[in-house]
C-alpha cells in the first residue's frame, strides 16, 4: 500500500499527540493525583435540615486554624449567609442542597463545585489573604438564579 508522505506526517503528528495527550492525563490522575470529585457521600435530599452535620450549618472548629464550613444551597440562598473566616484558616466546605442542582464557586479560587442534591459536596481551601469573598451559584435553577450568592469575609 502506497502512503503519501505528507499523509504520513500527518499520520505520525496524530500519534505523538495522542501520546502527549495520554501522558500528560497520566500523569496528572496518577503522580499528581486529580481525580474526579469524590461522590461517596451521600444524604436524602429531604430530611438535609434534620441530618448532622447540615441541621447545624455554619462554621466549626476542627483543628488548629482549621474549619469546616457546613451549608446549605437552597433556592435562592446560602446558609448561613455572610460568614467569617480567620486569616490562614484551612476551611473545609460542606455543601449539600435539599432541592435543585446550584453551583458553589468561590469567586477567584479553585473552589468550584457542582451542589448536586443526594450528595455531600467537599472542597478544602486555605485563605492566605484577608478580603471579601463572593460565592455565586454557577448552575441555573430558577428563576431566582441570578440573586443566589454570598460573601465569606477573611478577618484578621
Ligand atoms: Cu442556585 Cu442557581
Known sequence: ????????????????LLGVFLTVLGISAFAAGNQPASD?????????HQTAPFDNPGLHKIGDNEYELVMVAQAFT????NVEIPKG???TFLVTSPDVVHGFQLVG???????VPGHINSLTYTFKETGEFLILCNEYCGTGHHM?????KVVE
Open 1 to 16: 500500500m502506497h502512503i503519501h508522505k505528507l499523509e504520513k506526517y500527518w499520520l505520525g503528528f496524530g500519534i505523538i
Open 40 to 48: 461517596a457521600d451521600l444524604i436524602d435530599p429531604a430530611t438535609v
Open 78 to 81: 446560602f446558609t448561613p449567609g
Open 89 to 91: 484558616a484551612k476551611v
Open 109 to 115: 479560587t479553585p473552589v468550584n463545585m457542582m451542589v
Open 148 to 152: 443566589m450568592s454570598t460573601k465569606i
